[in-house]
């Protein structure tokens, strides 16, 4: 087994390992330790299947079974997609084309994410990550300063109706119906690390006007995604790329919705509430 790193602030590879090896604890106590150093593991091609992803997704922590999923031999895995037919989910997943964190809305955002591909787009829809760890360490003193008691309002309804501009009465009625929730915008860990809880479901700042807390939440989410926090990954069908959600901002560059670009996806039940 070999470890590469990606980028400067983020992301490694992790290379000669098979699907099969994968469910092991060794293996993820290492996946473990790069995910908390490195932010983002890839393992390419490794061609995971289904009941070995669920098995290793167990082995880094409580695997979420989504509220809403399509039927399934593991109601763990989540298909994503932006065709109809292959989830009843992916009228929403244009969402991922802006970014994230996932469970920003939720009161424990996810721990982390495990996404494999099973279909590519030779086309597009390759996925972006930022660190928040990183970007938050990268600020002046004066920054975090002027940033370190503000709260944040994330809904979900904000970040759909940007990746739905044309959306109908009923969707938006439909995306209302997700509560939206109060995040400190410093999320502290107990080990005293901190990132920046950002992204699309970032809507306002509790006790701002709204233009003027989105100004700041654009201009930080800018400064977030910089190329010197990012990480670019082109998908080849079987990779497996694992992210720690609680620091990871990460999109989904486009792709058509007639696209044959399916994934399949895991997430961790979050361990840390983000208090500030
Ligand atoms: C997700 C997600 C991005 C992608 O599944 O949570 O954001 O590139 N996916 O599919
Ligand atoms: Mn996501």
Same mark, same amino acid.
């Given at each position: 087994?070999?470890?590469?790193?990606?980028?400067?602030?983020?992301?490694?590879?992790?290379?000669?390992?098979?699907?099969?090896?994968?469910?092991?604890?060794?293996?993820?106590?290492?996946?473990?330790?790069?995910?908390?150093?490195?932010?983002?593991?890839?393992?390419?091609?490794?061609?995971?299947?289904?009941?070995?992803?669920?098995?290793?997704?167990?082995?880094?922590?409580?695997?979420?079974?989504?509220?809403?999923?399509?039927?399934?031999?593991?109601?763990?895995?989540?298909?994503?997609?932006?065709?109809?037919?292959?989830?009843?989910?992916?009228?929403? *997943?244009?969402?991922?084309?802006?970014?994230?964190?996932?469970?920003?809305?939720?009161?424990?955002?996810?721990?982390?994410?495990?996404?494999?591909?099973?279909?590519?787009?030779?086309?597009?829809?390759?996925?972006?990550?930022?660190?928040?760890?990183?970007?938050?360490?990268?600020?002046?003193?004066?920054?975090?300063?002027?940033?370190?008691?503000?709260?944040?309002?994330?809904?979900?309804?904000?970040?759909?109706?940007?990746?739905?501009?044309?959306?109908?009465?009923?969707?938006?009625?439909?995306?209302?119906?997700?509560?939206? *929730?109060?995040?400190?915008?410093?999320?502290?860990?107990?080990?005293?690390?901190?990132?920046?809880?950002?992204?699309?479901?970032?809507?306002?700042?509790?006790? *701002?006007?709204?233009?003027?807390?989105?100004?700041?939440?654009?201009?930080?989410?800018?400064?977030?995604?910089?190329?010197?926090?990012?990480?670019?990954?082109?998908?080849?069908?079987?990779?497996?790329?694992?992210?720690?959600?609680?620091?990871?901002?990460?999109?989904?560059?486009?792709?058509?919705?007639?696209? *044959?670009?399916?994934?399949?996806?895991?997430?961790?039940?979050?361990?840390?509430?983000?208090?500030?």
């Amino acid at each position: 087994m070999t470890t590469t790193k990606l980028a400067p602030n983020i992301g490694v590879e992790i290379t000669g390992l098979t699907g099969r090896e994968l469910p092991a604890r060794k293996v993820a106590d290492d996946c473990q330790a790069a995910l908390d150093q490195y932010g983002v593991v890839v393992y390419r091609e490794i061609h995971i299947d289904d009941g070995d992803l669920v098995a290793f997704s167990r082995l880094l922590g409580e695997v979420v079974v989504p509220k809403v999923n399509d039927p399934g031999e593991h109601p763990e895995i989540a298909r994503i997609t932006l065709d109809p037919q292959k989830s009843v989910l992916a009228g929403y *997943r244009r969402g991922n084309f802006l970014w994230h964190i996932d469970g920003a809305t939720d009161e424990l955002p996810q721990k982390g994410t495990l996404l494999t591909a099973r279909e590519v787009d030779p086309a597009g829809g390759d996925t972006e990550f930022a660190n928040t760890y990183a970007a938050y360490e990268a600020l002046s003193d004066t920054e975090k300063a002027e940033i370190a008691d503000l709260r944040v309002v994330h809904s979900f309804a904000a970040a759909q109706a940007v990746a739905y501009p044309d959306a109908t009465a009923k969707q938006r009625a439909d995306w209302e119906k997700v509560p939206t *929730r109060v995040h400190p915008l410093v999320w502290t860990r107990r080990s005293g690390r901190k990132s920046l809880l950002i992204g699309a479901t970032a809507d306002t700042v509790v006790g *701002r006007p709204a233009d003027r807390g989105r100004e700041l939440l654009g201009r930080l989410l800018d400064w977030s995604t910089r190329p010197r926090f990012s990480l670019r990954h082109q998908w080849h069908r079987g990779d497996l790329v694992i992210w720690d959600n609680t620091g990871m901002l990460h999109r989904a560059l486009p792709f058509e919705p007639t696209s *044959r670009r399916l994934m399949h996806r895991t997430t961790l039940v979050g361990q840390e509430l983000v208090s500030a």
